[in-house]
């Protein structure tokens, strides 16, 4: 499974997130500490908000561990808001268009976990997806799916509402195809200023989520103005890191963070 975190505060550079951290979503990709995948190496993603409204979106195939690129733009770029994602792909192919973060205007996206049996139910889920956002999709995996499928449900106007119905429009598809294979989702979704996330599976086994406020260098610790959703820890204090349980979602907006229940 993948690692990702979502981060949104004070201004900070990329880099104090992505690599200088104890556990750094770039130690991650090598060594995971809380995933079925020890290493996700299968490529990395970062979309972040600056003085407009559409993100910049950098990805690439190479592990996040070991791209120079990623390290020398990560020093310069500095951010409010910005979604980081290291790949562990679960079938489909390693490409620049298969990387997260999944972004549309003014939107991100992404996701870990899976849609169980996913080659016998892509025709049906992408059949689902209206063609005004169909037309937006580069790449083959189900999470880029999941996201334009949400789009095409209302996601613009209402984001829980559309990331609820999505959801149930997949495990239909998973029931009609007769799935062995579970759905597990943890995902992060932002308009550029709030950030939703949520954790649910069919089999109560969905990957790990946790908020905290980590220690950077641009602010305080414990500054309650700064906040990461992620993966996992970035570091070894517990105090300040709260896991999210199965079957909720978070939203955080205008320095208020929310937990809402959600019924699958």
């Known amino acids: 499974m993948c690692r990702w975190i979502a981060y949104s505060g004070s201004e900070i550079f990329l880099e104090d997130l992505l690599f200088l951290q104890e556990y750094s979503i770039a130690s991650q990709s090598l060594a995971a500490r809380e995933s079925v995948f020890t290493t996700n190496?299968?490529?990395?993603?970062?979309?972040?908000?600056?003085?407009?409204?559409?993100?910049?979106?950098?990805?690439?195939?190479?592990?996040?561990w070991?791209?120079?690129?990623?390290?020398?733009?990560?020093a310069q770029i500095q951010t409010r808001l910005f979604f980081a994602?290291?790949?562990?792909?679960?079938?489909?192919?390693?490409?620049?268009?298969?990387?997260?973060?999944?972004?549309?205007?003014?939107?991100?996206?992404?996701?870990?976990?899976?849609?169980?049996?996913?080659?016998?139910?892509?025709?049906?889920?992408?059949?689902m997806i209206a063609p005004a956002f169909y037309s937006a999709r580069q790449g083959?995996?189900?999470?880029?799916?999941?996201?334009?499928?949400?789009l095409s449900l209302g996601l613009l106007d209402d984001p829980v509402g559309a990331l609820v119905s999505m959801l149930h429009r997949v495990l239909s598809v998973m029931d009609e195809?007769?799935?062995?294979?579970?759905?597990?989702?943890?995902l992060a979704l932002t308009?550029?200023?709030?950030?939703?996330?949520?954790?649910?599976?069919?089999?109560?086994?969905?990957?790990?989520?946790y908020y905290g406020?980590?220690?950077?260098?641009?602010?305080?610790?414990?500054?309650?103005?700064?906040?990461?959703?992620?993966?996992?820890?970035?570091?070894?204090?517990?105090?300040?890191?709260?896991?999210?349980?199965?079957?909720?979602?978070?939203?955080w907006s205008k320095e208020e963070l929310t937990e809402f229940r959600l019924r699958l």
């Not at 309650?224 to 070894?236: C, G, N, T």
Request: charged share 20%.
């Open 41 to 64: 190496g299968d490529g990395f993603g970062v979309a972040w908000y600056g003085k407009r409204s559409a993100p910049g979106l950098f990805k690439d195939v190479l592990p996040a």
């Open 85 to 127: 994602h290291v790949r562990a792909s679960t079938g489909t192919a390693v490409t620049r268009t298969n990387c997260h973060p999944f972004t549309y205007k003014n939107w991100a996206f992404m996701h870990n976990g899976k849609i169980g049996n996913w080659s016998d139910c892509r025709k049906s889920v992408e059949q």
């Open 213 to 251: 406020t980590p220690h950077t260098n641009a602010v305080e610790p414990g500054d309650q103005a700064l906040r990461v959703i992620a993966s996992e820890p970035l570091d070894s204090d517990a105090s300040h890191w709260l896991k999210v349980e199965e079957g909720v979602g978070i939203q």
């Open 177 to 186: 195809q007769r799935a062995s294979e579970p759905l597990r989702v943890s």
């Open 191 to 209: 308009d550029g200023v709030s950030i939703w996330a949520l954790r649910c599976s069919s089999d109560q086994q969905s990957p790990s989520l």
């Open 140 to 150: 083959t995996t189900d999470s880029e799916a999941m996201f334009l499928l949400a």
């Open 66 to 74: 070991n791209d120079s690129n990623l390290r020398s733009i990560a």
